[in-house]
Structure formats: structure tokens, C-alpha cells
């Protein structure tokens, strides 16, 4: 659900003491596998006087029947392998045992009621229950379960109305980015009949009898989850009326490629508007609702920073800002006068990173990362009186530091990777903790240890790696170990729970998260590192933890796998191809693979300020061409075991990305390890996902792996 405060969206889960699994010497010879034809075609392009093939560019055209044709049978041949392994459907047992827990979310005041998600354990869809008080009885307000046979239809709460009569929500089905909102009345749980479509990238906003919103343009037909998505706008709905009545509010017809997001400020004092040229820096404008009209004032222009308003409070605007300070700040800012001079600085910057600000209670709570971990302040609006919020471990992620100003009670999860997701219900008064929800997960935490190490870069950069390990693991090279990484749009990758990894664990397994620059761990400048012209720092960041891994003893070449999806998956991608020899197998997940293309289908082209555009600079094109993962297959390369993987309905990354990569791979592979790839069909880039879904695909992970490092599990 969403906090009622401003929020920028961003770019871009029983184990007794056993011995590790047992490594076969005598593994058997991986099956030979016949892969479907992937017709060539004479295609080339020019870029800058370079002459680029591209063989398989009628793999982009998704919805054709050859490409139909060619998934079909894609999916035959990967399908017909996984179901082979020997001791997938153990894993699998073991994997959905592990599975069927009781998950609950923080509760979401709204009047009288509380609304949260739970899932008894092994529903495909969360379902949303609401009740009176804390103490009341829950009843279902909406169970998505109910509204498609295999579960791909998802429901999330966005916002109640001021008056706590309406609530908005969103529903997405077959894990697209494309949503509607409806509304409900909130006591009695039926729908107004309020529909709003082609929404993308936004939520709702209420004010008065209605709400703000962003959406695109309808489609044409059948272009619906490849055409370039462009021309946000953002519109005011009157609660009873049809689409087609929705006031404009804003919209840039000078500018298509840019992303809107509103909302109001607790105060209903004013309209935030944010415009983004991109998954990087963006502009902020406000328009003063006790005015007529939607006039906008510009606080911060130009896309170079990251500035948004946290609250208003005392006739000021608190603002978190990378501005004169890489690692963030809060600022106070009168609205009547915005000048930078006239700023009252309420946080500095500090030698770790601000990675978010909130308020609730009367109180300013910043949340702060050292080393990858949380740790959280409150204090006064003007920054003093700051005391430190105990959190359950040093180690570990915290969320959810936001309430109502008139609230004295606010709920947020604390996890670990050993640590399930738990919730604490936090008094702003006393500043006290304590346990509102626990889940009961089939596994002894106690039996396994998280560590963080250091390692110094290619260019003597020091990168931080957290690896998770049962106790008294050997360190003797021989350690199935998965990487993990993402490196990129200013993303911070912080310890925590997940069910899957146990698997891993309880195998005698190594799981390792390398924080690579490109992501936000240590700010802006973190970022820089990784991003443009300095993209490869990413990929030498990833190559470094690998080699790390293998000189400490945790891990061999043939016993590591490296695993990433989206920009994660183009990270695996570049690796592979870069340095093959050094990974058994990889996992590219929903990856952006064509980096001379990315930026012509759906939302790439808000990439462009991470990644650069190969048809804007001759500079641009040499430093993409340089890594990117379909141009840099090589023919009669032995390339590790791998799995690509992505989804019909991805219009995120779309899959034409993958399809290509694949159909190089299996062209240019001369070893004998298997290179297939498994398209998930009804399903996106990842959300949403029923659960009966993720079993399969965490099952058929594991098994590929395991299979392919010869390793017999203990089940």
C-alpha cells in the first residue's frame, strides 16, 4: 500500500543441523540438447560508421506467429530439461514447505478500520482484509484469488479518500506495468464504478471529491506492451464521473519523453508536481490549491538532482536533497521564498548515506545506510533532539518510519537475511518497540551466519559483499555459491529474508551479495561510478567479488553461479561474456541485453541518463557496444550453464531482449553445458507473480544449478 505522504517512485523470500551437500566427482554428461532453429536475417545497422549486425530483429515482433512459433518451442525444449533433473520434485516439496507460511503487511489506519494483506501461505495473491480497531474482527475487502483462475490478477491499495469513505486502488493483471484504478467505498466494500485506464508509473491523490493521477495515451492495438511509451499527463477525476470527463491538469507538449507524478500535501496545502527525463534526476513544481486554476511554481529545475518534498510543515517545505551534498540532506524551504540563500539546512549531510525522510507524530525520522545496513533517527521538524530508534540488529533492512502528523502510534518491518520480515509497532512518544507480527518459517535462523566483507576493485575501489553461510561451513573451495547483484539506477540493495535462499543454505550452499557501484549504497557519487561512461566499473565490481569468493575458499569457477535480474540481468550478461571461464552458471533474468536498441520499445528511453543512447554520440555507442551482452558473443566460446529467463507480458524490459540474447547463445556455445531459456507466459517483469508461479521458477533454478554443478542435494 502507499503511505499518504509524498512518495517519489523509483526506477527501475525447520532446518536441522545437516552436513553440506555432497559434490559428485562422477557427475554423468549433461543431456545434448537440440535447440530450435532461430532463423538469421540480413539486417545491419550504421552506427557512427560502424557497421552492427542484427541478425534475429524479427524476435522483437512479439506477437507474430513465427515468434509465437519459436517460444512454443523454446519452451519445449527447456521444459522437457528442467523435468528430467534428478531431485527437482523434492526441491520443489522442500521449496513450497518452506513456502507456506502465514505473511501479514503493517496495518494502514484509515478512520476507525485497518487494512492490511495477508496470505495464509500458499495463496497465489495476497488477499487485503480490513477491521475495526486493532481488536476488531478481520473481514475480506478483497481477494484478488477470486478474480482470475490462475492468479495473475494483483490488487494493491493506493490511497483512502481525506474524508476515510473511499479507497483507491490498482489492479494489474499478467504482471504488466499497465494497471487501472478503481475506487471502493470502504465500509462496505463494493466498487463506485469509478475506472481510470492506462495507467503506468503513478497512483492517486485525493483531494476533495476526488483524486490526481498520471496516465499515458491508450495504445494503438496490439502495440500495447512494446510501443515506446510517451506523453505522461496528469489529470484531476471527480469521484463519479467518467474518464472521459477527467480535468488536465498538466501536461509537457514540448517535451513527450518525460514522466509526471502529483500529490497534495498532508496539509491539502498544496500540489506536488514531479517531472523526470528519465530513472534519474527530476524537477519539482508546486501549484498553491487554495488558488484556482493549476498554476505551478518551480522549485527545482533541470535534471542533475534528486529533490523531493517530505512534508509541509510550519508554512515550510522539508525537502531531501542531493544538492552541495552527495549523500543527501534535508532542507526547510519557504514556499514565498525559494531562493537557495533563504534555505534553512535542518539535516547536513553525514558521512553515511540519507537514504530517505519522513515525518509522523510531530516528528522528523531520517533513515540512514552504514554499510548497506539501517539505521534510523527521530527529532524534532527543525533536526534537533535527534535519538536513535533500536532496531532489532545492526544487521539488517528497516521500512515504513511514516504516519499521519496527528498519529502517535506508526508500524515498520525490520529483516535480515536470516531475520523474516517482522513487524514492530513503534510508539513516537516513548520511542519505544514492540513485536506486532512474527512470522513461524520452517527453519532454524540459528543454524546460519550473515558476514560482510571488503575486496578492492579492478581500479582499487573497495566494494562491500555480505555472504550468508551455514556455521561452520569449510572453506574449502567446494561451496555451491550463488552471486547476487544489481548495480545500477541508484538502487540500494540491503540484507533480507528470502525462503528460496534457504534452499541454498541448507545445502551446504554460499550466498554472497556484492553492493556494486551504479546503486545508491554510499550516494550520488556511489552511483557515478556505475553509470555512462563509467558502466564497466560495474561490471569489474561484480568479476572482483567473484574472484574473491574463489580466493577466500568459499567457492570454485565450477562451483559458482552469478544471478541478476533487469539491469541485473544485463550485469549478468556482461560478465558472462567477459569472462566465461570464471562462472559454472548464470542466471540473466528479464535483462536488457541489446544496448543499441533499448531505448525503442515501452519505458527504455527513460534509461537513457543511466546508460547513455547509441544513437545520440559516437562516444555513447563505443562505450555501449563495448559491453553490451547480444554484441559480445562470441562464436566457439564455452560459455557457462545458463538460464535466461523472461515473460510474455514483461512491458517493462521487454522480452524481445532475451529472445535475442538466447538465440546468439545457443549459435555461438561450443561447450556441452546447457544454454536455454525459459519464457514464463502470463507474467511481466516480475511483480505480481502468483505463487504457484514463483515455486516453479525458484524450483527450476535450484535444479538447473545444482544439476549443473553435479551437486546431490540432502533430500
Known sequence: MKNTSLLIIGMGMLAACTPPAESTDNQSEPPTLTYP??????????????????????????????????????????FNYLHQIQGR?????????????????????????????????????????KQRGLDGEPEVFIDPNALSADGTITVDLVEASKDHKYMAITQSEAGSDWSQIR?????????????????????????????????YPEPAAGQEFSAANEDHQVYYHKLGTPQSEDELVYRNGDNLNLYHWVGVTEDERYLILYAASGTDGYECYFSDLSNPGWEFTPLFTGFEHKSYIVNHVNDKFLVRTDIDAPKYRVVAIDPNNTSKD??????????????????????LFATYLENASTRVYKMNYDGSNAEQVQLPDNTG???????????????????????????????????????FYQPAVKFNPDDYESHQVFFKSKDGTEVPMFIVHKKGLAMDGNNPTMLYGYGGFNVSLTPSFST????????????????????????????????????????????GAAETLISKGYTSN??????????????????????????????????????????????????????????????????????????????????????????????????????????????????????????????????????????????????????????????
Not at 556505475?530 to 558502466?535: F, P, V
Not at 529472445?659 to 556441452?672: D, P
Request: glycine fraction near 10%.
Open 37 to 78: 532453429e532461430s532463423r538469421i536475417v540480413d539486417q545491419v545497422d550504421d552506427y557512427w560508421g560502424t557497421q552492427v549486425a542484427d541478425p534475429y530483429r524479427w524476435l522483437e515482433n512479439d506477437t507474430a506467429p513465427e515468434v509465437e512459433q519459436w517460444v512454443a518451442d523454446q519452451n519445449a525444449v527447456t
Open 89 to 129: 520434485d523434492k526441491i520443489k516439496a522442500r521449496y513450497a514447505e518452506l513456502f507456506d507460511y502465514e505473511k501479514v503487511s503493517s496495518p494502514y489506519k484509515v478512520g476507525d478500520n485497518y487494512f492490511f494483506y495477508k496470505n495464509s501461505g500458499l495463496q497465489n495473491q495476497d488477499v487485503i482484509y
Open 183 to 215: 475506487v471502493m467505498d470502504v465500509e462496505t466494500g463494493a466498487e463506485t464504478g469509478d475506472t481510470l485506464r492506462w495507467i503506468k508509473f503513478g497512483g492517486a491523490s485525493w483531494y476533495k471529491d476526488g483524486f490526481f493521477y498520471s496516465r
Open 342 to 363: 533563504a534555505w534553512t539546512e535542518v539535516i547536513p549531510e553525514k558521512e553515511h548515506l540519507l537514504e530517505g525522510a519522513s515525518t509522523g507524530g510531530g516528528k
Open 397 to 435: 533492512s528497516a521500512g515504513g518510519f511514516g504516519a499521519r502528523s496527528d498519529e502517535n502510534t506508526l508500524y515498520y518491518t525490520f529483516t535480515s537475511f536470516t531475520y523474516p520480515a517482522t513487524i514492530y509497532r513503534y510508539d513516537i512518544i516513548t520511542g519505544e518497540s514492540s513485536v
Open 500 to 543: 528460496s535462499n534457504i534452499i541454498l543454505l541448507e545445502n551446504g550452499g554460499v550466498y554472497a551479495m556484492v553492493n556494486l557501484r551504479g546503486g545508491g549504497e554510499f550516494g550520488e557519487e556511489w552511483h557515478k561510478g556505475g553509470m555512462l561512461l563509467n558502466k564497466q566499473n560495474v561490471f569489474d565490481d561484480f568479476i
Open 558 to 715: 565450477e562451483k559458482l553461479a552469478i544471478a541478476g535480474g533487469s539491469n541485473g540481468g544485463l550485469l549478468v550478461g556482461a560478465c558472462m561474456t567477459q569472462r566465461p571461464e570464471l562462472f559454472k552458471v548464470a542466471f540473466p533474468a528479464v535483462g536488457v541485453m541489446d544496448m543499441l536498441r533499448y531505448n525503442r520499445f515501452t519505458v527504455g528511453w527513460g534509461w537513457i541518463p543511466e546508460y547513455g543512447c547509441a544513437d545520440s554520440s559516437k562516444v555513447d555507442f563505443d562505450n555501449l557496444y563495448a559491453y553490451s551482452p547480444l554484441h559480445n558473443l562470441k562464436e566457439g566460446v564455452d560459455y557457462p550453464a545458463t538460464m535466461v529467463t523472461t515473460a510474455d507480458h514483461d512491458d517493462r524490459v521487454v522480452p524481445a531482449h532475451s529472445f535475442k540474447f538466447a538465440a546468439r547463445l545457443q549459435a555461438c556455445h561450443a561447450g556441452k553445458d546447457p544454454v536455454i531459456i525459459r519464457i514464463q507466459e502470463r507474467a511481466g517483469h516480475g511483480a505480481g507473480k502468483p505463487t504457484a508461479v514463483i515455486i516453479e521458477e525458484q524450483t527450476d533454478k535450484w535444479a538447473f544449478m545444482f544439476d549443473n554443478m553435479g551437486v546431490s542435494t540432502k533430500y
